[in-house]
T-cell receptor, first 115, second 111 residues
Framework: GAGVSQSPSNKVTEKGKDVELRCDPI?????LYWYRQSLGQGLEFLIY????????KSGLPSDRFSAERTGGSVSTLTIQRTQQEDSAVYLC?????????????FGPGTRLTVL | DAKTTQPTSMDCAEGRAANLPCNHS???????VYWYRQIHSQGPQYIIH???NNETNEMASLIITEDRKSSTLILPHATLRDTAVYYC????????????FGQGTTLQVKP
């Protein structure tokens, strides 16, 4: 079946611009995660959505970052007033129910370059 | 911070078993050990996970020591396509399933 998809695959933007990154999780998965991976760095947790519960935003690096998940499915990660340090690969993952023993399925990522 | 320590890199000959160690000495009783891998330019891929018992699936085996302070991921017959960064992750205490990735082990499978 279809896996997690993300768009765009690549995004180049100018410093100070806003960007929106999209994630389509696997159908039926109630949990959705955003991570980012900077050049040469490990993966860093950003935010977690589970059903209708309030999202866990503990990993968001600043208030320029926000995310929403509409209708319990598609999610959008928005970065306002982008900075060069925001350049990274942004990865989305989904899992069936978000429990601690759940398998996460990752998308291919969006490579963001801020000039 | 990651709760695991792994060697930075390892080499393995094609067709041989690859044994990737992981130390997690501060693991608590309800935390699972997960293994994911990331092939270059792709998103991470789930491999296997376990709590106390050894586990095996079509990709790998996971051996967890009796005191649960360390584990080993075994790829029984490594191929060139197994070249990747392998992440050992301990999670379960947050009740959210969010994964805290460390630096992982870069496994290079050589012909």
């Amino acid at each position: 079946g279809a896996g997690v998809s993300q768009s765009p695959s690549n995004k180049v933007t100018e410093k100070g611009k806003d960007v929106e990154l999209r994630c389509d999780p696997i159908s039926g998965h109630t949990a959705l995660y955003w991570y980012r991976q900077s050049l040469g760095q490990g993966l860093e947790f950003l935010i977690y959505f589970q059903g209708n519960s309030a999202p866990d935003k503990s990993g968001l690096p600043s208030d320029r970052f926000s995310a929403e998940r509409t209708g319990g499915s598609v999610s959008t990660l928005t970065i306002q007033r982008t900075q060069q340090e925001d350049s990274a690969v942004y990865l989305c993952a989904s899992s069936p129910d978000g429990s601690e023993a759940d398998t996460q399925y990752f998308g291919p990522g969006t490579r963001l370059t801020v000039l | 911070d990651a709760k695991t320590t792994q060697p930075t890199s390892m080499d393995c000959a094609e067709g041989r078993a690859a044994n990737l160690p992981c130390n997690h000495s501060t693991i608590s009783g309800n935390e699972y050990v997960y293994w994911y891998r990331q092939i270059h330019s792709q998103g991470p891929q789930y491999i296997i996970h376990g709590l106390k018992n050894n586990e095996t699936n079509e990709m790998a085996s996971l051996i967890i020591t009796e005191d649960r302070k360390s584990s080993t991921l075994i790829l029984p017959h490594a191929t060139l396509r197994d070249t990747a960064v392998y992440y050992c992750i301990v999670e379960g205490s947050s009740n959210t399933g969010k994964l805290i990735f460390g630096q992982g082990t870069t496994l290079q499978v050589k012909p």
